[in-house]
């Protein structure tokens, strides 16, 4: 029958009799079966010790099971056995709970573990009465909790983190030029956009539904929403101006082709970081059941972009730059190791294939270190450009 691992509590001590650190000889198998078993099971969980789960396999992989996934373990100390301490350690780095540390009373605390609540029971010929009350109320108050008691267990997720996901703060520009045509700029940006001042034409990546994120998503969307709105003179939004307009381009529509780009104004982005339009390209489709994913040729987004910044009807406002972020990387699921080449190539080709194209800089707005390595991949395989002094 497989166990339940939110009802065991998992034993690590020494075994048969033997003397502690102090001397004292103790059966640590009357530890057990007197002290340890009646605390457990008097909370409903069930006691379990190494040396009861021996069966075919690797019993360190046992081992390491239990100590990984059940709900407690209780570590005793006494003999200061380097076993014990290596599955404790085990224990703390692997389970952010309930991990309980006990000792034969008067016994000396490692200086190690100085500082971790440690219950201690009497020695040989005197009653456990006092330690498994102890034992039941620190594993009840151990479940109820949501605080970690290992000393470690944060630290060490903090180190597993992926530093290349965690957002890039600094405003920095790593500039790339076109060789044929070296007045035409590839660049990749990192840090908060708005930060950034002058960049013509910020494209917000949208779904196929043309709906803009919430006001306090995480997203650019919800950036170009919120900072585009204008504000009473309280700083409370006053009209949601940028999707409003949006809504009314799409009329009774309810969704558009994948690709489909839609030219606003950019509300006041205007005069807080003199944005002239925003291009809201359709790189998100919505699939029932799944949520969004990105489009397959994401790449015509920019293409249709860079297409739009040179028609007739914006040759007046002389739209000269425009800022990307990685299309369909986000609530679209995209791969940015596949989608970063295809946008940079897309960029490319349009500003070699079109001589009279009135674009001078495209931006790619990188969000994380893996969005940088990716767009600096996709740059250095590419013939036809170089890095900027």
């Not at 969704?255 to 780009?261: A, E, I, R």
């Not at 897309?346 to 674009?359: E, F, G």
């Amino acid at each position: 029958m497989a166990r339940d691992e939110a009802k065991t509590c998992f034993v690590v001590m020494p075994y048969g009799t033997k003397k502690d650190a102090g001397g004292v000889e103790i059966d640590f198998n009357r530890v057990y079966r007197e002290l340890i078993e009646p605390a457990v099971e008097g909370t409903g969980l069930d006691a379990v010790r190494s040396d009861e789960i021996l069966r075919a396999g690797s019993i360190h992989l046992d081992m390491f099971r239990h100590l990984a996934s059940d709900a407690v373990a209780v570590v005793d100390i006494s003999l200061l056995n380097p076993n014990v301490f290596y599955e404790l350690g085990v224990r703390h780095a692997l389970r952010p709970t309930v991990t309980i540390l006990i000792k034969r009373r008067g016994l000396e605390i490692p200086f190690n573990i100085q500082s971790e609540r440690i219950i201690e029971y009497p020695p040989p010929g005197e009653s456990y009465d006092d330690a498994i009350r102890a034992i039941r109320e620190f594993i009840a108050a151990g479940l109820s909790s949501v605080t970690p008691d290992s000393p470690i267990f944060n630290l060490l997720q903090d180190a597993r983190k992926d530093w290349k996901a965690e957002r890039i703060t600094r405003l920095e520009e790593l500039r790339y030029r076109l060789v044929d045509r070296p007045e035409i700029s590839i660049s990749i940006i990192t840090g908060d956009i708005r930060g950034r001042q002058g960049i013509d034409v910020w494209v917000n990546s949208e779904n196929t539904n043309m709906q803009m994120s919430r006001l306090y998503d995480r997203s650019l969307s919800a950036i170009i929403r919120y900072e585009g709105a204008r504000k009473d003179e309280n700083g409370d939004i006053a009209e949601d101006t940028i999707a409003e307009e949006l809504a009314r381009l799409l009329g009774n529509k309810l969704s558009v082709s994948p690709g489909t780009v839609y030219v606003t104004g950019s509300g006041a982005l205007a005069e807080t970081h003199g944005v002239k339009r925003i291009f809201h390209a359709a790189s998100v489709v919505g699939v029932p059941g799944s949520g969004y994913q990105a489009m397959h040729e994401v790449e015509k987004c920019v293409t249709n972009t860079l297409r739009r910044m040179d028609d007739k009807r914006y040759e007046a406002e002389d739209l000269r730059t425009v800022v990307f972020s990685m299309m369909g990387t986000g609530a679209g699921g995209g791969s940015v190791e596949v989608v970063a080449p295809r946008l940079i190539e897309a960029a490319i080709a349009y500003l070699c294939d079109t001589p009279n194209t009135r674009v001078r800089t495209v931006y790619f707005s990188a969000w994380n270190h893996r969005d940088v390595e990716a767009c600096l991949a996709a740059l250095k395989r590419l013939d036809g450009v170089e890095a900027q002094p």
